[in-house]
C-alpha cells in the first residue's frame, strides 16, 4: 500500500542541512497499522509527511498503491488518505459538522448527502450528531476534539490514513477510552493507518507492527514482543525499557 | 453560485462583500458618468489661489466676464498654495487666475536675480509667460501686494523698531510665527535672512489666517503679511519698513492662458477694463470688508463693479461663502442644508476612494502572502507613498490627464493613502492563521483557493475589515484637503472660515467631519464585530 524505498530528506536551514531522513525504507502492506516510534527530531513526523506530499523526498521515492506518488494527481491523492493531526486541527470558524462535511461539500455532494454522511461519522468516533453537529470547536473537549478530527479524516471514506501524535495532548483516562473506540474502529474500517507517536504503549497496543526511527535511520520494525523481548541493538533496548516505564511521556534516552 | 461552495462561510458575509463590491463599482461610474453630461457651450473656468484677495479679484474678473460677454463663467476658488494654481492653469484645468509679478519671477520663472524695478519686472514676467507656457498677462489691477513684516504697535515701540535691520538686535528674543510659503520662499524669509543677515532664533510656520491673533495675544512677535492685508485696518500692528527694498513688488494682473484668449478675444477687452482701478488702500479696503462679513465675495466684487461704473446686466448667482456669524449655533442652523450637501460630497470621496482602494488591496494583499518575496519591496513603497505630503500629491496629480481639478484627483489621492492600512492587514491578517491549520487543510486536500476561500479568508476577515476601518477614518480626515483642489466636500468652510478669520465657519466645517469620523468608526467597529467568525471567542 505504502513503500518507502531508499528515501533520504534534507532541510536547508539558516545553519546549514539537515538530515532529517536517510535511506528509510519500509513497507506497510493494505489494512495495516504501522506505528512510527522514536525520540523527537528522529525523522518519523517527516516520513508520514512524505506520504501526503507536505514534503517531497530529496532522494528515493515514495509509492502508493504500487506508484510513485508524483504519478497521482496531488489532490486526489490527499482526498485518499485521511490526516488527522495533534489537537484535531478543526477549523475554530467552522461547526464540527462543516469541519467534517467540508471536503464532501468540495468534490460536489449534495446538502442532504453531507449531513447523512456528517451523521454516520460522527456516530462511528461515538459523537451523538444531534447534540455535536452544531457546536464549535472551542465548545469541546480535547478527546471531543480528537474524534472529530478523526471524523474528519474518514469524510470521503480513504483506504490510507496518517495520524501524528493524535493522543499525546489528552489525558490518561480519556486517552484510555479513545483507544479503545479506536482500535475497534480501525479493526472494522479495515484502513491502512500510519501512527506517528512518541508513547510506546499507545504503538504497542494499536499497531500490529512498529518501526523505531532514531536520527532518520531506521533501526527496528516489527510487532512489540519483538521489540521487548529481541531488541536488536542496546539503543533500541534503553528505548524501549525507558518508554515502557514512562508511558505518555517522552522517553530520555541519550545514544 | 451552486450551494455546494456557499457552505463555510456564513452567506451574509458573503452578501456583505458583493455589497460593498457593487456599491464600489457604481461609485466609481459616476465621476464618469457625471463629466459626460456636460453640454459643450462657451465657458471659461477662473481659479483663485486660497487667500481673500486672490479669490476677491478672481471674483471680480469672472463677473466682468458674466456681464459683459455671454461666455459661462465657472469658479475654482482655494486652490492650494500659488504651485496648485500654477499647475492648474498650465495643464488647462483652470483657464485664469489673478498672480503677482514677484510670485512669478521667483516661484514659477525660479529666477535667482533680485526684481526691483515694478515695469520691467512685468514685461519681463509676460514675456518670458508667453514663450515659455503660452500664458499671458493681461493688464494689472493697478496695486502691488508685496510682503511686509508686522509687529504689535506696543512692542514695536518698546523695542524700538520701526525698520527690518533694527530686528537684528532682538532677533535672539522674537518669537516669529510666518506663513509656511513664506518661510519657504527664495523671496520670503531665506532671501530676507541673506539681504539683512537676519537669523530669528524661534521661527515657525503657522497658517496666516491664524497670525493676527497669535500676535495680539502675546503667542507671537512677528509675522508675516501682505501690504494689502485687510486686517491692517483692524489691529494696531506696525508694518517694517523694508530699508534694504529686499521684498520685489508684487503686482497683481490678471493671467490666462492664450489659447482661450484666443478662442474668446472679447474677454481681452473686458478684462483690461478692470486696469489700474485698484490701489492698495482700496484693495485693503475691499478685503477687510470680505473679512469682517460686511459682504460675501459675490456681493462685495458686485459692490465694486458698481463703484466703478462697470456693472453690466446679469446678476451673478449668490454664493454662501461669508455670513455675518452672530454665533455658533445659529450659523450652524443656517448652513444645516450647506453642510448636508457638503458631507454627502464628502462621504461620496472617501466612499469611492476606499471601495476602490479595497478592490485593489485586499487581492494584492492576498497575493503577497502567496509570494512573500514581494511582500517586503510592496509593503515598503506602499509606505514610502503614505509619507508624500497630501498637498504635494495634489500638485502632482493635477497635471495628470484626466485627473485634473477636482474629484478626480481627490478620489486618486485618498486611494493612493488608503492602499497601505489595508494591504498590510490582508497580509497579516492571513499571516496570522494557525500553521497547524494551513497544514491540516493542505493536508486534507483543499487546493490553494479553497484553502484561502474557506480556511485563511473568513479567518482574516476581522483584520482586514480593521484595516478598511484605519483607510476609511484617516480617509475622512484627509478629504478635508480636497476643497484645496475645488473637490468640495466639509474642508470647504474650513478654508473659507481660516481665510476670513472665522472661527465659527471653520467650526461649521471640522465638526461635521470630526463628528462623521466617529460616527463611521464605530459604525465600522460593529462591521468589524459581525465579519469575525462565530465560532472564535
Not at chain 1, 506505528?35 to 508520514?48: C, D, F, M, R
Request: glycine share 10%; charged share 20%.
Amino acid at each position: 500500500m505504502i513503500d518507502f524505498v531508499c528515501v533520504g530528506k534534507t532541510y536547508r536551514t539558516g545553519k546549514g542541512t539537515v538530515v532529517a531522513l536517510r535511506e528509510f525504507t519500509l513497507n506497510i502492506g493494505g489494512g495495516e497499522c504501522m506505528g512510527l516510534i522514536g525520540p523527537s527530531g528522529s525523522g518519523k513526523s517527516t516520513a508520514l509527511r512524505l506520504v501526503n506530499r507536505l514534503v517531497d523526498p530529496t532522494s528515493g521515492s515514495v509509492r502508493f498503491e504500487g506508484r510513485d506518488l508524483h504519478s497521482h494527481s496531488l489532490v486526489e491523492l490527499r482526498h485518499k488518505i485521511g490526516y488527522v493531526v495533534q489537537d484535531g486541527g478543526l477549523f475554530p470558524h467552522l461547526t464540527v459538522a462543516e469541519n467534517v462535511g467540508l471536503l464532501c461539500r468540495l468534490v460536489g455532494q449534495t446538502r442532504r448527502e453531507v449531513s447523512r454522511r456528517v451523521s454516520t461519522l460522527l456516530e462511528l468516533v461515538a459523537l451523538e450528531p444531534s447534540e455535536f453537529a452544531p457546536r464549535y470547536p472551542r465548545e469541546l473537549s480535547g478527546g471531543q476534539c480528537q474524534r472529530v478530527g478523526v471524523a474528519r479524516a474518514l469524510a470521503l471514506d480513504p483506504p490510507c490514513v496518517l495520524l501524528d501524535e493524535p493522543f499525546s495532548a489528552l489525558d490518561p483516562l480519556t486517552r484510555d477510552a479513545i483507544h479503545g473506540d479506536f482500535e475497534r474502529l480501525v479493526q472494522t474500517l479495515g484502513k491502512t493507518v500510519l501512527l506517528v507517536t512518541h508513547d510506546l504503549r499507545e504503538a504497542f497496543r494499536l499497531a500490529r507492527r512498529c518501526a523505531l526511527l532514531h536520527a532518520g535511520g531506521l533501526m527496528q520494525v516489527g510487532n512489540a514482543a519483538a521489540f521487548l523481548e529481541h531488541p536488536e541493538t542496546p539503543f533500541v533496548e534503553t528505548f524501549v525499557r525507558e518508554g515502557m516505564r514512562q508511558s505518555g511521556s517522552a522517553p530520555h534516552v541519550t545514544a | 453560485m451552486s450551494q455546494r461552495s456557499s457552505l463555510p462561510m456564513r452567506p451574509w458575509v458573503l452578501g456583505l462583500i458583493r455589497a460593498f463590491v457593487i456599491l464600489a463599482a457604481i461609485a466609481t461610474c459616476l465621476p464618469i458618468a457625471w463629466a459626460r453630461t456636460e453640454a459643450p457651450v462657451a465657458k471659461v473656468t477662473i481659479g483663485s489661489k486660497n487667500f481673500t484677495e486672490n479669490r476677491l479679484l478672481a471674483e471680480i474678473m469672472a463677473q466682468m466676464i458674466e456681464a459683459h460677454t455671454s461666455i459661462e463663467v465657472e469658479r475654482r476658488p482655494n486652490l492650494g498654495g500659488s504651485t496648485i494654481a500654477f499647475t492648474a492653469l498650465q495643464s488647462g484645468a483652470i483657464d485664469a487666475y489673478p498672480e503677482y509679478t514677484g510670485t512669478a519671477w521667483s516661484v514659477h520663472l525660479k529666477r535667482q536675480d533680485p526684481l526691483r524695478d515694478p515695469l520691467r519686472g512685468f514685461i519681463e514676467v509676460a514675456r518670458a509667460y508667453e514663450s515659455r507656457y503660452s500664458l499671458t498677462w493681461l493688464a494689472p489691477f493697478g496695486f502691488s501686494n508685496s510682503y511686509a513684516l508686522a509687529m504689535r504697535e506696543s512692542s514695536a515701540r518698546t523695542r524700538g523698531i520701526t525698520r527690518i535691520s533694527d530686528l537684528l538686535r532682538h532677533q535672539d528674543t522674537l518669537r516669529a510665527g510666518v506663513s509656511h510659503e513664506f518661510l519657504n520662499r527664495s523671496d520670503g524669509y531665506p532671501g530676507l535672512a541673506t539681504t539683512y543677515g537676519l537669523n530669528i532664533a524661534d521661527l515657525r510656520g503657522m497658517e496666516h489666517g491664524l497670525a493676527y491673533d497669535a500676535l495680539r495675544d502675546g503667542s507671537v512677535d512677528l509675522i508675516d503679511t501682505w501690504t494689502t492685508d485687510g486686517k491692517l485696518l483692524e489691529y494696531d500692528v506696525r508694518l517694517l519698513e523694508d530699508d534694504a527694498h529686499f521684498f520685489p513688488p508684487y503686482d497683481a494682473a490678471p493671467v490666462f492662458r492664450s489659447d482661450t484668449l484666443a478662442k474668446y478675444p472679447e474677454i481681452v477687452a473686458q478684462i483690461e477694463r478692470l486696469a489700474f482701478r485698484l490701489d492698495e488702500r482700496k484693495m485693503r479696503e475691499l478685503n477687510h470688508r470680505v473679512e469682517q462679513g460686511g459682504g460675501s465675495f459675490a456681493e462685495t466684487a458686485r459692490a465694486f463693479l458698481a463703484e466703478e461704473g462697470l456693472t453690466g446686466g446679469g446678476s451673478p448667482p449668490a454664493t454662501l461663502d461669508s455670513q455675518a456669524s452672530s454665533g455658533f449655533w445659529p450659523l450652524l442652523w443656517s448652513r444645516r442644508g450647506h453642510t448636508l450637501r457638503l458631507s454627502l460630497q464628502h462621504i461620496y470621496l472617501v466612499l469611492v476612494a476606499v471601495g476602490l482602494a479595497t478592490l485593489v488591496a485586499v487581492p494584492a494583499g492576498l497575493l503577497l502572502t502567496r509570494k512573500p518575496v514581494l511582500a517586503g519591496p510592496i509593503l515598503g513603497a506602499a509606505g514610502v507613498v503614505q509619507t508624500i505630503p497630501s498637498l504635494a500629491l495634489l500638485a502632482f496629480l493635477i497635471p495628470i490627464p484626466g485627473f485634473g481639478l477636482g474629484d478626480r484627483s481627490a478620489i486618486a489621492a485618498l486611494f493612493v493613502y488608503a492602499i497601505l492600512p489595508i494591504i498590510r492587514n490582508t497580509y497579516a491578517g492571513v499571516h496570522a492563521v494557525e500553521p497547524g491549520l494551513v497544514d491540516a487543510a493542505r493536508g486534507m486536500g483543499l487546493s490553494e483557493f479553497q484553502m484561502l476561500r474557506h480556511v485563511e479568508l473568513p479567518l482574516a476577515l476581522p483584520t482586514i475589515m480593521a484595516g478598511i476601518r484605519t483607510a476609511t477614518t484617516v480617509s475622512i480626515g484627509v478629504a478635508t484637503l480636497a476643497a484645496f483642489i475645488g473637490a468640495g466636500g466639509l474642508g470647504d468652510p474650513i478654508l473659507t472660515g481660516l481665510q476670513l478669520s472665522d472661527i465659527h465657519l471653520v467650526l461649521s466645517g471640522a465638526l461635521p467631519a470630526a463628528s462623521l469620523a466617529l460616527v463611521v468608526d464605530f459604525a465600522l467597529s460593529r462591521v468589524e464585530g459581525w465579519v469575525k467568525p462565530q465560532g472564535l471567542a
